[in-house]
């Protein structure tokens, strides 16, 4: 299998303004040679089509719902598949096995195995020798029957964190059995997975980061004001009622302060009249999605970047700060101190804990040679272990082991580490 052999990448949405990660990874293999075609279960919103990256992306996808619910199209990929009634059973029994409990588990799951007809029969047409998901749930689903149906490999990138709070509803531990290898994106991913699966196909989970293009980010901040970021989806998993709880103490300290929320999502109406109720109107700036570019373009003018979440993997949002070498203030969970180590390159905090998010903002508000020397050491962290051509290399590098069956893979090289 040569670098020019044809991948396809399917997730539940593509693109989507919050997981440009995976148009960067997309974008990345195709530099190496690979032709990758993408595709979506649904249609993208407008919303998400926020720069001319989505916008092209958006353009060239497959888009498999849409597809099937054209019933001659539909009925034409399941007798293309019948022709192999043994196997054709067997897939089918597998998506009957895998179901969610309960009436709506079992009829959502025979909409996954039709879908997975239509996308098979495309996937089989446009010649692709490698299928890889993202985000294990459903779309993973329609992946793993793709594979039933028709042969075709696959892979699937687990982030986390909620994919682990229902992984019996989301049958992770059949995907990783029947899947050619998993990318696990931190070793404290890889250990959730190890849980809920058999010891027998951990030697199969690797690691291989989210990643950036530290280039986009050459530019550092002036450090000389006290303007601070949040870039995520504005949702109760973020923690953002604790920020405000902390930019509401700190304001008197730091009469300049200023927050930016970029993102959006179902608690964007209630944060605003939050903000609107503590005051925070003056000091509190929401911009709603932004493109990549945009992103970069606030960085650069962002003297603290603050992301108080409850549950995460490991956000690419912390990436790009330490790229644009603003220092971060986070809190310690998950996979996240793999990326930010309290003092070295960043701060972390203990989550919901509004006290301790006013000290670390505070002491970085007021020490501009300290915001530097974080600043410099963050970006110094994901050029080293987060660049995602980097990581893309190593995804290849996997995906062309495993056709071959050249033996041993090991989890992640030290090189790239």
Not at 38 to 59: K, M
Not at 118 to 125: G, R
Not at 278 to 289: A, K, P
Request: some cysteine; glycine content about 8%.
């Amino acid at each position: 299998m040569s670098r020019l052999s044809k991948l396809a990448y399917l997730t539940g949405e593509y693109p989507r303004a919050s997981d440009t990660f995976i148009q960067r990874e997309v974008a990345a293999l195709r530099e190496l040679g690979h032709e990758v075609v993408t595709c979506s279960i649904r249609r993208t919103g407008p919303e998400h089509l926020v720069g001319p990256e989505q916008r092209a992306e958006h353009a060239r996808t497959f888009q498999v719902l849409q597809t099937a619910k054209n019933p001659v199209t539909l009925i034409r990929a399941h007798l293309r598949w019948m022709k192999t009634p043994g196997r054709y059973l067997s897939a089918l029994r597998l998506s009957w096995s895998t179901a969610p409990k309960g009436v709506r588990g079992r009829l959502f799951q025979l909409f996954y195995f039709a879908e997975a007809g239509v996308l098979a029969a495309h996937l089989a047409d446009e010649g692709v020798e490698h299928l890889h998901n993202h985000i294990a749930k459903a779309s993973c689903t329609v992946a793993m029957l793709v594979n039933a149906l028709s042969g075709l490999p696959y892979s699937f990138t687990i982030h986390g964190p909620d994919i682990f709070f229902e992984p019996h509803h989301w049958r992770i531990d059949q995907k990783a059995a029947n899947a050619r290898f998993v990318a696990c994106i931190s070793e404290f991913c890889r250990s959730q997975l190890m849980c809920f699966s058999d010891a027998n196909h951990w030697s199969r989970f690797h690691i291989v980061h989210c990643g950036i293009d530290p280039e986009r980010y050459a530019d550092p901040p002036s450090h000389d004001g006290h303007r601070l970021l949040f870039v995520g989806r504005l949702a109760g998993v973020k923690g953002v009622p604790v920020l405000f709880d902390a930019i509401g103490r700190l304001r008197d300290l730091h009469p300049e302060l200023h927050l930016t929320l970029i993102g959006d999502g179902p608690d964007r109406a209630s944060l605003e009249a939050r903000a609107r109720a503590e005051g925070l109107n003056d000091v509190v700036s929401f911009l709603g999605y932004q493109s990549q570019d945009e992103v970069a373009a606030e960085l650069a003018r962002t003297d603290v970047f603050v992301l108080p979440s409850f549950a995460e993997g490991v956000p690419v949002v912390l990436m790009e700060a330490m790229a644009a070498q603003v220092p971060v203030v986070t809190t310690q969970i998950a996979g996240v101190p793999e990326l930010v180590e309290d003092g070295k390159n960043g701060r972390l905090v203990a989550p919901g804990d509004a006290d301790a998010l006013v000290e670390a903002l505070s002491e970085l508000l007021s020490e501009p040679d300290k915001r530097r020397s974080l600043g410099a050491a963050g970006r110094s962290k994901v050029s080293v272990g987060y660049d995602m051509r980097k990581e893309a290399a190593w995804l290849s590098q996997i995906i062309e082991n495993y056709a071959m069956d050249s033996g041993t893979i090991e989890k992640r090289p030290e090189a790239i580490t």
